[in-house]
């Protein structure tokens, strides 16, 4: 038997600098798609794959993230009495329940795989959810997004897993690229990995898109790994050094993933969540056929 993925980790210490001005007071995690947080995406779809912790690795000035989790009584109050139970129960929908999220704080941005390390008292000894909450994504043919379909390959095959998508050559730079093996439907064996290589030298053009499950001992790894790109400490690094003793598998996830942290994937997410919104859809679909080109 397989230990169950109870416990997601989301880091949500980032500046979000490339959404500046909209960053400089409000989280980017708390930007919207259409009338939810990203970051309320990005916890759906951990609670769809079974997860029923949530550990946020939060910074400076990201104390809403806290309250959205948490129950606004005055505004409760003020809906009740006024009878807007439709605002109620959306309320209720995105509330986590007692007890299930907790905060911890990544006092400098010194990279993913520090973010990740902060969270080992919480997550403690068993395999863990992994999500970046720049990416968003809806679920394709096989069914449930992404991280569900990661679950799905770490029941079958165990050890840790990542979700992979292809992409231009080109672009290989700006991600972790992974060098593959052999391949079991969906999912494909990895053979190593690493972190934004530079151009020409990428293992293929496969990039972890933000979604992993990780084995505990992922954190004494991360505690002694030194700064890699951009000087940071990059998970990457460690998860290179994991896969000398545990199997890897990379999940191709055949929904589509949004990347809400540039500002082009973050206008696709809004229009395709909107068009899946039967009371947004009709009106939006006439909107956006009178803009065409
Ligand atoms: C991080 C990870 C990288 C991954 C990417 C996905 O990079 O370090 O391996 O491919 O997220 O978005 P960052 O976006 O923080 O530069």
Request: net charge negative; glycine share 10%; aromatic share 6%.
């Amino acid at each position: 038997m397989r230990k169950p993925i109870r416990k997601a980790v989301l880091p949500v210490a980032g500046l979000g600098t490339r959404f500046l001005p909209a960053t400089k007071a409000v989280p980017k995690e708390m930007l919207t798609v259409v009338d939810r947080p990203i970051l309320q995406h990005v916890v759906d779809e951990a609670r769809e794959a079974g997860v029923e912790k949530f550990i946020f690795v939060t910074g400076r000035n990201k104390g809403v993230i806290e309250d959205h989790f948490d129950i606004a009584y005055e505004l409760d109050d003020t809906l009740r009495r006024r009878g807007k139970h439709e605002a109620i129960a959306a309320l209720q929908a995105d509330m986590l329940p007692e007890g299930a999220a907790s905060f911890t704080r990544q006092q400098a941005p010194l990279g993913l795989g520090h973010a990740v390390w902060c969270a080992r008292d919480l997550v403690g000894d068993e395999p863990f959810a992994l999500l970046l909450p720049d990416m968003i994504t809806a679920a394709g043919p096989r069914g449930g997004r992404c991280l569900a379909q990661c679950v799905d390959a770490y029941r079958e095959f165990g050890g840790n897993v990542v979700s992979l998508e292809a992409i231009p050559e080109s672009e290989t730079r700006y991600y972790g690229v992974v060098a593959v093996g052999a391949e079991h439907g969906p999912s494909i064996e990895i053979k190593g990995m690493v972190e934004k290589p530079p151009p020409g030298t990428a293992p293929s053009n496969l990039i972890i898109s933000g979604r992993y499950i990780l084995q505990p001992e992922i954190f004494g790894i991360l505690e002694k790994v030194e700064k890699g790109a951009g000087g940071e400490i990059q998970l990457t690094d460690g998860m290179s050094e994991l896969i000398k003793t545990q199997s890897f598998q990379g999940v191709r996830f055949d929904g589509r993933t949004y990347d809400c942290g540039s500002k082009l994937g973050f206008l696709v997410a809004n229009v395709a969540f909107g068009l899946e919104r039967e009371d947004l859809a009709p009106a939006l679909r006439a909107e956006l056929k009178k803009m065409a080109l």
